[in-house]
Structure formats: structure tokens, C-alpha cells
């Protein structure tokens, strides 16, 4: 079946470090792929997104970029802030699983003044 | 994109009693939403998804009988915890979102339930 993998968290960083955050993928299909993060106490928020092979999904300073040869969809931002500090959810979508939204475990994201 | 708005934010209620909660969509009829469990520290986890008009679909492992889901208008979906137990605390977060490729779902910002 379709799953999502990443890295374990927290990661710890100073402000305006370079951040990445690896997700890979198992999918029968051609699944589409999302970030989402979570503030403390607050309900999920689409970070960004990619539904083909290559494209680059990016806002607010993050990027991931689609790859199908790795099944990866790493997350990136070149200068993070402390307002950056969330826990960030991996996830995918696909005909197969009915378009429901399969999460990686999260990863926690500590950013220190 | 859609708003999605839970009540209540958070609830303490006494073992035994049970508690709904509400998931609307504030400007999009859904004919499908979706609740999610979330263990401190830990990923989402699907429980069901609610089907305007007819009975949701559990995931495995789920009980039915004990996490009761209503879906009776494009707006408005219940999940009520029966007879709670301290192990039933937990983060419940109910989701909207299009069926089809590259569509996003739509998050309410969940209620903490906790049962004492």
C-alpha cells in the first residue's frame, strides 16, 4: 500500500539556517504530494504542494521539488525564522487510495533566536 | 479555499459521558469529510470518512459504535465519543476537501478532548 516516510524529528536549528526536511514515498499510482504544517495548538495548513513528476512546489521561502526517480519530496528553506517552528507533515494522494490523504509521522522544527 | 471551522476548540469531559463534536464547512458543501485522531507527538491518523446521506466508512480498527459520525447536511458532519474514557483523549481534527488529482483538504483547527 501507498506510505510516507520521514525523518525523525525535532530538528534544532538557528535562525537563518538552511533547512531540510526528508520525505520519501511508496505509491502504486502517480500520486500527488503536499506538505502540510501544524503550529502548536492549531489544526493543519497546506504548505505547498506537487501533483507531477519535477514540478517544484514553494511558498513562504519553502520548496520541494517532485522526484519520481527517488519516490522523494524533500523539503527545503534556505534562511529559516523562529516563527518557522511548527511540525511539518509529509503527505500524498492518489486514485488508489481514494484520494485520501496518507501523513508521514511529522517532523518537529525548533527554531532558537 | 475552504474554511473549516470545529466546536468545540477543546472539552474536558467526565469518564463515561460522551461529547460531540461539530465539523462546517463554512463556504463549500462537502459531500465528504474526514476525521483524524492525533496522538500527542504523533502522526494523524484516518478514523472515517463521513458521507453526506449515507453511513461513513470506518478504517480498520476503528469502532464504530464508539466513535458515532452524522453527516446529515453538505455542511455540517458530528463525530460523537460514547461513553468516553481517559484513553480516548486525544486531538480530533475533522478535514473537507474535493475528491480528484492534486486537490488539497482543508482542515479544521481541531478540538482537544480531554477525559477525566
Known amino acids: 500500500g501507498n506510505s510516507v516516510t520521514q525523518m525523525e524529528g525535532p530538528v534544532t536549528l538557528s535562525e537563518e539556517a538552511f533547512l531540510t526536511i526528508n520525505c520519501t514515498y511508496t505509491?502504486?499510482?502517480?500520486?500527488?504530494l503536499f506538505w502540510y504544517v501544524q503550529y502548536p495548538g492549531e489544526g493543519l495548513q497546506l504548505l505547498l504542494k506537487a501533483t507531477k513528476a519535477d514540478d517544484k512546489g514553494s511558498n513562504k521561502g519553502f520548496e520541494a521539488t517532485y522526484r519520481k526517480e527517488t519516490t522523494s519530496f524533500h523539503l527545503e528553506k534556505g534562511s529559516v525564522q523562529v516563527s518557522d517552528s511548527a511540525v511539518y507533515f509529509c503527505a500524498l494522494s492518489d486514485r488508489d487510495s481514494s484520494y485520501k490523504l496518507i501523513f508521514g509521522s511529522g517532523t518537529r522544527l525548533l527554531v532558537r533566536p | 479555499g475552504a474554511v473549516v471551522s470545529q466546536h468545540p476548540s477543546w472539552v474536558i469531559c467526565k469518564s463515561g459521558t460522551s461529547v460531540k463534536i461539530e465539523c462546517r464547512s463554512l463556504d463549500f458543501q462537502a459531500t465528504t469529510m474526514f476525521w483524524y485522531r492525533q496522538f500527542p507527538k504523533q502522526s494523524l491518523m484516518l478514523m472515517a470518512t463521513?458521507?453526506?446521506?449515507?453511513?461513513?466508512?470506518?478504517e480498520q480498527g476503528v469502532e464504530k459504535d464508539k466513535f458515532l459520525i452524522n453527516h446529515a447536511s453538505l455542511t455540517l458532519s458530528t463525530l460523537t465519543v460514547t461513553s468516553a474514557h481517559p484513553e480516548d483523549s486525544s486531538f480530533y481534527i475533522c478535514?473537507?476537501?474535493?475528491?480528484?488529482?492534486?486537490?488539497?483538504?482543508?482542515f479544521g483547527q481541531g478540538t482537544r478532548l480531554t477525559v477525566v
Open positions: 505509491a502504486t499510482g502517480y500520486p500527488s
Open positions: 463521513s458521507n453526506e446521506g449515507s453511513k461513513a466508512t470506518y
Open positions: 478535514s473537507v476537501s474535493l475528491r480528484g488529482p492534486g486537490t488539497e483538504a482543508f
